[in-house]
């Protein structure tokens, strides 16, 4: 009869509400978890640089210290905040960006000039490390519709992994193409390379393959997870494959039916 259709209608939406709700719930009850997890990295982050800051301008300070001591105080000083302002550099990023605060804004880019420019800010960065540094792509009035800033900070966070990660005497190659539907920029190189185990983990903030290896090497683990938040931003993807001691590559795809067109 009808009153009982209408009454298994009214049970059959208020078991969709509430499993809706249950779902609603977990998820904001994992999103808290995930932020806890986030804010108690951050401290641990920022509590190792602060605990060596404290210790050694305690020791410099207990003992007569000669001036020679005291510059090698501050130089490990500067180190040690220099990493501290990268770490919060890269944080400020990423809160900005799962605020929504940081809007794009697409301006057209020589892919050859903005490639060109990395691969000499890539020279930069490699300092005396030996390491060769290629640029393959062909210099034929590409241009691409990209927020500058925001790429150019991408690729250089993939460009100074690989540089990171490569012992002397490597080679790390940046390539580009362009395909009917997309623009790809390629990072490779040959070092230390990635567990298959550990590639799914990479992009998420703070982790690394190895803690203790890279825990005074500048880096703060938040630089992959910056990458993909840029990739992400540009309706683009990025992939990695590795084979561990021959190196890495990491793919970015930018599509450009939305964002990209080229002439050339
Ligand atoms: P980090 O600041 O530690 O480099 P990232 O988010 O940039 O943080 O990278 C996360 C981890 O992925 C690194 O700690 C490292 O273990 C691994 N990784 C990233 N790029 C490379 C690469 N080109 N070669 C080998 N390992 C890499």
Redesign the pocket.
Known sequence: TQPLATDQLNSTAVRELAESCDRLIERMFSALHRARQFSAHVAHELRTPLTILRGETEIALRRKSEITDIRQVLESNLEEITRMSYLVDDLLTLSKSDLGEIPLQPTTISLHQLLKDLQRQGQVLAGGKEILLELDCPDTGIVIQADELRLRQAIL?LLT??I??TPTSGVVTIAARVTESAVTIRIS?T????EERHLQH?FDRF????KNI?QYDG???????IVKWVVDAHHGSISVS?TPGQG?SFTITLPKSRNNSTRG
């Open positions: 966070n992994n690989a990171r990660y190189d070092g230390i390379g990635i990479i982790y690394r393959v190895d890279h880096g703060t683990g938040l630089g992959l997870a590795s890495s």
